[in-house]
Every structure is written in C-alpha cells, then in structure tokens.
T-cell receptor, first 115, second 114 residues
Framework: AQKITQTQPGMFVQEKEAVTLDCTYD???????LFWYKQPSSGEMIFLIY??????QNATEGRYSLNFQKARKSANLVISASQLGDSAMYFC????????????FGTGTSLTVIP | DTAVSQTPKYLVTQMGNDKSIKCEQN?????MYWYKQDSKKFLKIMFS???????INETVPNRFSPKSPDKAHLNLHINSLELGDSAVYFC?????????????FGPGTRLTVL
C-alpha cells in the first residue's frame, strides 16, 4: 500500500515567490517522522527538514517550513522567497516505529523556478 | 568531511559482468541502506542493515548481494548484470531514535549496463 503521496509531478514558481509542495501520508502509527529531501540535477539527495508526529509546532529551517496537519495526514513543504537554485526534485518521506527502520518515499515533485 | 561516501560515482560495464559498489559512513550510525532510483526518479529500497544484521530485504533479484563487514560499511555486489540494472544506486545511513533518525544519503553511483 502506498504510504506517501505526492500529487504534483511538476510545479512552476516565479522567483522570489513562495510555493507549496503537497505531501499526504498513510499510517496507523502514533509516532512517526516526516522528511523532505531535495534532489538537484547534479543528483545528490539533500535532507531539508524533519517533523516529528508529536511536535506541536511546524518545523522550520531557513526558507523551508513544513505545514503539518496531523488530522489530515498532510505534511506540505513551503519554500519562501524562491531562488533559481531551488529548481530540483523534492521528495517527501516517512518513517515510523513499525516500519522496520524503513523509509517510505513519495514519487517526487519537480519544481522549476522561473526568473 | 564526507558523511556518506560511495565508490565509484560512475560505473559503465557490459551485460553479464559482476560489479561492486562500496559505501562508507562516518556518522556513527547503526543503520545503512541501499536504494535504487530508476529513470523516472522513483526511489526503491533494496536492503537495510542494522549493526551488520540484515533487517530489510525487499524483492530484488538474488544477483544482488549486500555485505556489511562492520556497521560503518555496506557494500553491494551485483552478479550477471542486466540492462535493467542500469540506474542510480544510493547508499544511506541513519541512527534510530527520536529526532535523530534522519537518513543521510551518499552521492549515488550511476550504473550503466551496455
């Protein structure tokens, strides 16, 4: 069963604007972690941000914030003030206590920042 | 300092050959993984080792064999390479625990089978 869903295969955003990348997840665990990774065209996977299921506040890391809505099982990534270097694939991932140390990844969203 | 390293970065080989990819992490993590990323960018878990013990072995051909000599190393050996094995292979590591279980990836190995 698919655990992580990213419904936007491709997104465009104007430079300096904010953009939201959607992610929904499916789990019966009470304790789990949600992650976002960036994969630029150079190919490496870069960790961006983490949200724990028991964290009451949304995670933020610089221009990245995670809009965590537990009841809706969504963990959207918000990038503020987009830059050309933000053009990349973005992957949402989840790990829980009952997944056997396994991370589940979504299919990714390709973001293009337009100058 | 490189956290998770893989060698080689590129690997071009003929069908039927045997090849290995090496992975090392200096983060002190207890869990290591191998992923395959296909041309559509889909990431598929292949194996996971925790303290040198195999804990995840997804449905992959038995031509793929991981080996973990110690918890800082996880190598991937592939026998009788096929065209469909062409992909990017990522090694990753993590340390299980609340707020410390972030997975960090190596730079990837692009395997091309001719």
């Amino acid at each position: 069963a698919q655990k992580i869903t990213q419904t936007q295969p491709g997104m465009f955003v104007q430079e300096k604007e904010a953009v939201t990348l959607d992610c929904t997840y499916d789990t019966s665990d009470q304790s789990y972690g949600l992650f976002w990774y960036k994969q630029p065209s150079s190919g490496e996977m870069i960790f961006l941000i983490y949200q724990g299921s028991y964290d009451e506040q949304n995670a933020t890391e610089g221009r990245y914030s995670l809009n965590f809505q537990k009841a809706r099982k969504s963990a959207n990534l918000v990038i503020s003030a987009s830059q050309l270097g933000d053009s990349a694939m973005y992957f949402c991932a989840m790990r829980g206590p009952n997944t056997g140390n396994q991370f589940y990844f979504g299919t990714g969203t390709s973001l293009t920042v337009i100058p | 300092d490189t956290a998770v390293s893989q060698t080689p970065k590129y690997l071009v080989t003929q069908m039927g050959n045997d090849k290995s990819i090496k992975c090392e992490q200096n983060l002190g993590h207890d869990t290591m993984y191998w992923y395959k990323q296909d041309s559509k960018k889909f990431l598929k878990i292949m194996f996971s080792y925790n303290n040198k013990e195999l804990i995840i072995n997804e449905t992959v051909p038995n031509r793929f064999s991981p080996k973990s000599p110690d918890k800082a190393h996880l190598n991937l050996h592939i026998n009788s390479l096929e065209l469909g094995d062409s992909a990017v292979y990522f090694c990753a590591s993590s340390q299980w625990g609340p707020r410390t279980d972030t997975q960090y990836f190596g730079p990837g190995t692009r395997l091309t089978v001719l």
